[in-house]
């Protein structure tokens, strides 16, 4: 191997000047939506921008990861998100003006009694803090992420699930006008909509796991997955579902998305593993998105200390 | 169709004085693509970026270059045949580009790595070869290797010129994962190109000057 150090976790410059840069220009006193109000010329110039919701005074995780942080202009501009588009380029803009706000999050199957949750009221209840995490896509590509979210499993434990809730399904908002991605094409659409996700329980009961409202102490951009997405961040990228608008609790192992779409390639559990190439793309390293150098990937992406032990017993190569 | 209509009065001099035009508009998607370089607007991931472009308009250039001959055909402009060479030779150096972003920028070197990635991966197996099969075709392209080859052997030889726009989309279509319009929209315009090719028998060529086929 040409390549073959010990994995480097970059030690690192704590946070990102940038970073600091974008803290400092955070409003103060939170709730953004008063800023909308209070200002309606700034709202007429600018009205994305106006109306971004700010998290104060965020606490940082002890789960974090200690790594330079992927630029905010990178995190948000170079997105696989299929519902806009199937270029990476193309969702930034064209969730530009996507309206996250009202927005419903309704959680059935396998629990005391199903509930529908206004996102904001969601994290009033579950308020969020910040977590920095690796994120891998199955292209061989990573990012250092700053999310805002709180873990899955608060929102679960507080459902009450039955005994005969095994498993966790997510779906994304199915909405061809807002999402241009979702139309039929002349050669067919790109997805079966709506996009599909699945976790075993423990997996969605583990603390790593989070529902993401925001990055970069803002809210999520459209193209990010506003308002709400899944973040698993052992698991190849397209795991962790966007705009979610449907959480059910189930006996049965769900299908994704993209297990439906080329089961040969796609598995259900897709946890990051240089060991297990894809048939067409090598997992043994990656470019972390701004480097020149690629660099190995990690077994779970890093994660192995916290999540191997769910895989005990488990054959690896079926946990693609 | 005006297929061997009355020709406009001397238009070889117009196809000669254009040619310089059509080089430049040829190196505009280079030019383009250094501008973004030194102006860093590639985005988040330049080379990523690069090697679609690069890998976009080799194709591109290798159906312009098969659009000539058709193209003579309808219309009677036999001048359009000047362009063909300096065309194909373009479609090489932009595929040189791709290659060498991937063996530099992408793998930097990393040679066995690039090896494992060809073999282990049809995508990028269908592209080198079609990559190979220009080297030959580019190597053959000057007056002098012609006039060596003796007029039908370059011609056989140069019937690659079909094969590799093929093993083009090939490549492009197995590395999409899901979305398939772009290939298939080249698919379609490399099917009408070829299928012109069907529909007339190619003269046969007796001179020793550049022939006129296979285009
Ligand atoms: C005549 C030869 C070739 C043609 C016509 C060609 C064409 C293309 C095209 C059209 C794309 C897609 C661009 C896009 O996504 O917008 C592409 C991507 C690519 N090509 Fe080629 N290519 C050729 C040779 C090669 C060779 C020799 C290699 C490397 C050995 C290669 C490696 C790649 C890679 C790595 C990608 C990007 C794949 C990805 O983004 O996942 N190509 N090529």
Redesign the pocket.
């Known amino acids: 191997m040409l390549i073959n150090k010990p994995a480097d976790l970059r030690p690192s410059e704590i946070t990102d000047r940038r970073y600091f840069e974008r803290r400092r220009e955070l409003l103060k006193g939170g709730a953004a939506a008063a800023v909308g109000l209070a200002a309606p010329g700034l709202l007429a110039l600018s009205p994305a921008a106006a109306a971004k919701i700010k998290f104060e005074q965020l606490k940082r995780s002890e789960l974090s990861a200690d790594e330079e942080l992927t630029p905010y202009e990178s995190v948000t501009s170079y997105n696989n998100f299929y519902e806009f588009s199937t270029d990476k380029k193309e969702p930034a803009e064209l969730a530009r003006n996507f309206k996250s706000r009202p927005w419903t999050i309704t959680v059935e199957g396998e629990i005391g009694q199903p509930k529908t949750f206004d996102v904001d009221e969601l994290i009033k209840l579950f308020p969020p803090e910040e977590r920095i995490y690796r994120l891998r896509c199955v ?1 061989a590509w990573s990012m250092v992420i700053p999310w805002v979210g709180f873990p899955l499993g608060n929102l679960i434990r507080s459902l009450a699930p039955t005994s005969r809730a095994k498993f966790v399904e997510f779906e994304t908002l199915h909405d061809p006008e807002r999402m241009p991605g979702q139309r039929p094409s002349l050669f067919g659409g790109s997805l079966e909509w709506p996009y599909r996700e699945g976790l075993r329980i423990d997996e969605a009961m583990h603390p790593l796991t989070i529902l993401a409202v925001g990055l970069y102490g803002e809210e999520l951009p459209g193209q990010n997955g506003a308002p709400i997405r899944l973040v698993v961040p052992w698991k190849y990228g397209f795991k962790s579902i966007k705009s979610i608008v449907r959480i059910r609790l189930v006996e049965q192992q769900p299908v994704n998305t993209w297990q439906a779409q080329a089961p040969g390639e796609y598995g259900f559990f897709a946890n990051v593993n240089p060991d297990v190439a894809h048939p067409r793309w090598s997992q043994a390293r990656e470019r972390r998105v701004g480097d020149f150098f690629k660099r190995p990937t990690l077994p779970f992406n890093g994660y192995a200390d916290q999540v191997a032990d769910l895989y005990r017993g488990m054959d690896p190569r079926k946990l693609y | 169709m005006p297929v061997g209509s009355e020709r406009a009065p001397d238009p070889q001099r117009w196809f000669r004085r254009l040619k310089p035009l059509v080089f430049l508009a040829c190196l505009g998607p280079a030019a383009m693509l250094s501008y973004r370089a030194m102006t860093g607007t590639l985005g988040a991931e330049p080379i ?1 970026e690069i ?2 472009v690069t ?2 308009w ?2 591109r250039m ?1 159906l312009i270059t098969l659009l000539i001959t058709p193209l003579r055909q309808l219309t009677g402009w036999h001048g359009l045949i000047r362009w063909r060479r300096m065309l194909g030779l373009f479609a090489f150096s932009y ?1 040189v580009l ?2 060498l972003t ?1 063996v530099v920028l ?1 793998q930097f070197f990393a040679w066995n790595f690039i090896i494992e990635d ?1 073999i282990e991966h049809p995508y ?1 197996l269908v ?2 070869t ?2 190979i099969l ?1 080297l030959p075709l580019a190597f053959t392209s000057t007056d002098a290797m012609v006039r060596r080859l003796g007029g039908r052997r370059w011609r056989r030889l140069h019937r690659l010129a079909y094969l ?1 726009p093929v093993l ?1 989309v090939l ?2 279509w197995w ?1 999409v994962k899901s979305d398939i319009s772009e290939p298939a929209v080249y698919s379609l315009l490399l099917s009408v190109l070829l299928a012109s090719r069907l529909r007339r028998p190619q003269p046969r060529a007796t001179g020793a000057a550049p022939p006129a086929t296979p285009g």
């Open positions: 292209e | 990523d090697t679609g890998g976009q080799t194709l290798l595929a791709h290659f991937y992408d060809i990028v592209g080198f079609a990559f220009l590799v083009g490549h492009f590395q």
